[in-house]
């Protein structure tokens, strides 16, 4: 049904149709509003069947999830930013014990300095902890890939981390379809593990595991989410069928067809890109967007067919690596590093800042021209950075990065700026 | 099989033979339907108190929930010397996932056979005192607060002896650890740390608490089987020596057990809703040197020659605790 919705209450509305037994939350925004939806719903006793465990914790919420998952629980929990930094360890388990646990990630910087806004850094500090990592686009894609995740996590035993970009997605009120508990029903099929904590058939799960057989584990562990990709394939049909509107696979191609350049971006700012192209298609560049939804496991042989006809491909990313570069062009040039298409590291919309149409189509007009750098911070405001060095030190203000951090600015100037 | 009585003493104990017990008087151990829940073929040194403890305490805990139970177990040597891949010494439902989140998977599990109507099915919970009082103390203490249908159980051997023997907030005044060494003007762990779990765990008046040591183990399995009858958080602590970070003979641990007990350093006690119900009195009360003496961690008390001081600042604890919980016979509670 057609329902003008916050982001959030989309979220919680497409949790609580495919059944959750076990929800434990701790508040960090700006996940809170999808779990007090969830509560609420549990409380009053909509969602039946369902524990709502207040946590102390989000290394409490996620080891609650892995108890409980263990125990053969369909099972649910949300943060954020440095909430899951704190359970970071949890993350890891949960993986490497195999249990098909969905959480939302609701994107948001990691301080210092602290910053409640969006950003991938979060996502990107657990991009190697084997889960399989989701992005949603639209608010429509984020309430899907929620009863999608709990599909595909319980089919592959592999947990599942729904991205959905923190207040863009997550506090903005959007037109959403959400389907009928029916749908969902007949899509999501009761959670019925092969092996669970069972008195009636015990188990040791989560034995030490020495040098002898632990490279075989990991092994296998890289062979689950290489299957991803082809379970992936599998589900969006089903899901077409049942919900009567096919996801977009790996990701959404838009005005690829004869694409010199592509721009490329995960989650909330894919929308924007797609704005822009249309924008430089105007003024006759060549030019499409592609919006990846699976990050990980990492859709390396779709996206070299897709960009190996580009002549340079924009990353618009929303995290960097300090001392390295952008995690995702990262991934992206060597998918490409057989084929033609230099990769541009265009890193944007860091803890929250817009990334605006007008920005976008800046960066694709310098690569049409061939004056875009192959990293490039974008929207830099050189003012603010030169204040930041003369101001520092002589009046009393508060600081973001100490004066370490303004004496290399000043010595060495920004790197790319716009 | 035809029934076997099977002799069951502690010499030098207190303790009767269930050889002249009524066969609903005799300890889970003595019966044949015991469920072994840790079995034969793991990894423990010689002398373990842990094992010993954690076979009592979960077979009482099996009897007592009629074999439906599952257990989560933080990191330590319990986890490390039962469960080399690709083998397991659990015989019961069982999952080892994190060192601090023992408490928390607990609580998780409970919430899963809630949501599945599976209340019969019981959770225990169980750690080392590093997994207890340090690293597992937030999820812990969370479990308590929300009062979660889960028995938590420590295994309390007063330092980190899986890493190597280092220092824990469970670590005596005195101790040698690896990291509170027996070097400097004030040689062991310093006076005045440490926390008390026990009496923390009273603080959340949570349903059930209680104490034990290896050397009584019939009283052991009485307050599993005790806290099995509480729905709720239950706290049981178990003093369990470890002859490799004590520095003493395989042989002692039951009798240090004892003297642990008889000297008052460690208060055996029950309480309920937070009000201690009742303390196990000491029988001959021994001084705190008989118990220092044999351990290797406090020989720096008695070489070159005895530091009459410290071995006095150790007594006065052990008075205190006689004072406060009434150990003594003749002393109420």
Known sequence: MLEQIEGSQAVARAVGLSRPEVICAYPISPQTHIVEALSVAVKSGALEHCEFVNVES??????????????????????????????IEAVYNAAGLGLPIVMTLANRAIGA??????????????????WIQLFAETNQDAADLHIYAFRLAEQLSVPVMVNMDGFILTHATERVDLPSQEQVDAFLPPYAPRTY??????????????????????????????????SI???????????????????????MEDAEIVAVAMGSAVGTLKDAVDDMREQGVR??????????????????????????????????????GGQLSADIAATLRSVEPTVHS???????????????????????????????FLDLDESLLKREVTELGTARRSSATGGAVAQIIESSGPQGAR | ?????????????FVVGNRLLSEDQRSVQSSQARTNSLTLGHRACQGCGEALGARYALDAAMRASGNQMVVANATGCLEVFTTPFPETSWQIPWIHSLFGNSAAVGTGIAAALRSKGKQDIRVVAQAGDGGTVDIGFGPLSGMFERNDDVLFICYDNEAYMNTGVQRSGATPPAARTATTDAVGPHPGEDFGKGKNLPLIAMAHEIPYVATATVAELRDLEYKVEKAMSFHGARYIHVL??????WGSAPSDTIRLSRMAKETGLFPVFEAEGGEVTSVSKIRHRLPVEEYLRPQRRYQHLFRPQPDTQTIGRIQAIADKNISRFGLLNGEPK
Request: glycine share 10%; proline share 7%.
């Open chain 1, 58 to 87: 989000e290394f409490a919420a996620l080891s609650v999830a892995i108890g409980a998952s263990a125990a053969g629980a369909r099972s649910y929990t949300a943060t954020a930013s440095q909430g899951l930094l704190y359970m």
């Open chain 1, 113 to 130: 300095p602290i910053n409640i806004w969006n950003d991938h850094s979060d996502a990107m500090a657990v991009r190697d902890a084997g």
């Open chain 1, 197 to 230: 904590l069972d008195p009636a058939d015990p188990v040791s799960i989560g034995a030490m595991v020495g040098p002898e057989a632990f490279t075989e584990v990991r092994y296998l562990a890289s062979l689950r989410q290489h299957e991803a990709l082809s």
């Open chain 1, 233 to 255: 394939e599998q589900i969006d049909e089903e899901f077409g069928e049942v919900f009567g509107r096919r996801p977009c696979g790996f990701f959404s191609s838009y005005r």
């Open chain 1, 287 to 324: 030019v499409g967007a592609l919006g990846l939804r699976t990050f990980r496991p990492f859709p390396a042989d779709a996206i070299r067919s897709a960009l190996s006809g580009s002549r340079s491909v924009l990353v618009f990313e929303r995290a960097h690596s300090p001392g390295f």
């Open chain 1, 346 to 376: 265009v890193v944007s919309g860091l803890g929250g800042r817009p990334v605006t149409r007008r920005s976008v189509a800046s960066a694709i007009q310098a690569s049409a021209k061939g004056e875009l750098g192959l990293e490039t």
């Open chain 2, 1 to 13: 099989m035809p029934f076997q009585p099977i002799k069951f003493y502690q010499t030098g104990s």
């Open chain 2, 240 to 245: 369990v020596p470890c002859p490799l970070g």
